[in-house]
């Protein structure tokens, strides 16, 4: 069957089966899919680099079956960030927010036997007719359906591939299918018409759309990086709000809770400190992967495996007295959550309440102090408007 499975995958493997996968052996399979990867929206390229991963995950899969390794097991996550790249590449991140809604483990390739063979011939038979497919198995974000056809990158198609080839989405049996399948068609309706109840909630979801560039500050994250390579951990204050440090594997870097001690910051100030590594090591992320960033490739790829780890600091009060008009962010309200604050904002006589979406972005998208906070007020405006009096949202989309 595992041969049989090789040949359906698209050819010979990049290692052989019968070789034991050491640690720089794997390495060497993650930098050769780094270099290959497809950097724009060839269909015949990027269906290709589908199929040379799929034949890596489904190896790495059956030696962890046949003698479990931590260093393997690290592998097929680091695999599955590539195809995280392909997904950030070709979907919007609103869409991919919704469709990683799906609780519970992913099936291993291995372990689906010819049905996964079938669902890449599928994807192969749709790349033909000129459409560009991704394989949601391939991936840590794509949770729902089998092939996500890329036409839209807000509202892609989704397709679930049973005998008798890939069909739209669809209620038809009973029980678990029948549950996925509703999961799916409420997904991708809400995808196409912006608003819609997900199966299993209750509360209409509604997309509201802010318009407006962002900006970053990728340029110091390249900068640190190069710098950790180079031997030398470095931190850089962005005062009064940031501090960003890096260092490479080995290397002692500053304690980024004794620098914040001495940041001059008032007692109690709330701080929300992130690192590269949260969303590379506990996929699956809304955030691309570093793959993706605008940094020399060095420097992506140092970040790809972990070789230089970036923190992130970010003072949670910089928002806090930003206006325009009749908006005003007044104060930081402690909350439940992965991030326990949220800001109270003033709309004219209205008060109301957003989650700390912005901080984050701040941390782990590098976006900047000036851009997110606009972004927030920007959000605030936008959703008062298309909502008006109704139910105020728990997150932006």
């Known amino acids: ?17 019968d070789e034991s996968h050491s640690p720089d052996a794997l390495r060497s399979v993650r930098k050769a899919l780094f270099e290959c990867f497809p950097r ?66 992913r099936a291993h390739l291995f372990s689906q036997g010819e049905a996964f063979a079938f669902t890449l011939n599928s994807a192969r038979e ?6 560009l497919v991704l394989i949601a198995d391939l991936t840590n974000v794509l949770r729902i359906g089998d092939l996500v056809v890329c036409d839209d990158p807000d509202a892609p198609s989704v397709l679930e591939c049973k005998s008798g080839g890939p069909r ?19 997904i991708a309706a809400f995808l196409r018409d912006g608003r819609g109840v997900i199966f299993g909630e209750t509360a209409e979801r509604r997309t509201i759309t802010v318009a407006g560039a962002l900006d970053h500050n990728f340029a110091i994250v390249n900068e640190l990086v190069l710098t950790a390579l180079a031997n030398h951990p470095s931190t850089r204050l962005l005062p009064p709000w940031e501090l960003v440090s890096a260092a490479a594997a080995g290397q002692t870097a500053p304690e980024i809770q004794n620098l914040i001690s001495e940041w001059g910051a008032p007692p109690r100030t709330p701080v929300l400190i ?26 992506q790829w140092a970040l790809m495996e972990v070789d230089v780890t970036v923190t992130h ?35 004219g006589d209205e008060r109301i309440t957003l989650n700390a979406v912005a901080a984050r972005d701040v941390v782990y998208r590098y976006q900047t102090v000036q851009s ?26």
């Open 1 to 17: 069957m595992a041969k049989f499975l090789i040949n359906r995958l698209g050819g010979p493997a990049m290692i052989p089966m």
């Open 40 to 105: 724009g929206d060839n269909i015949d390229e990027v269906i290709a680099y589908q199929e040379r991963l799929a034949r890596e995950i489904f190896l790495a899969e059956k030696k962890q079956a046949d003698n479990p390794t931590p260093h393997r097991k690290e592998h097929l996550r680091a695999l599955r960030l590539y195809g995280d790249a392909l997904a950030f590449s070709h979907l919007s991140e609103h869409a991919i927010r919704q469709l990683s809604r799906n609780p519970g483990s």
């Open 126 to 131: 749709v790349a033909t007719t000129g459409h």
């Open 168 to 186: 739209p989405i669809a209620h038809e049996p009973q029980g678990r299918t029948r549950r996925q399948l509703a999961r799916m068609e409420s």
């Open 274 to 299: 992130g690192n590269t590594s949260d969303p590379i090591t506990r996929p699956p992320s809304d955030i691309p992967p570093p793959i993706l960033w605008p940094i020399a490739a060095e420097a």
């Open 313 to 347: 600091a970010f003072r949670l009060d910089a928002f806090i007295g930003l206006s325009r008009g009749l908006t005003r962010v007044l104060s930081l309200l402690e909350t439940k959550g992965d991030i326990p604050w949220a800001y109270e904002v003033q709309l």
């Open 372 to 397: 997110a906070g606009e972004r927030l007020v920007d959000t605030t405006i936008t959703a008062f408007q298309e909502l008006g009096d109704q139910d105020w949202p728990s997150s932006e989309s």
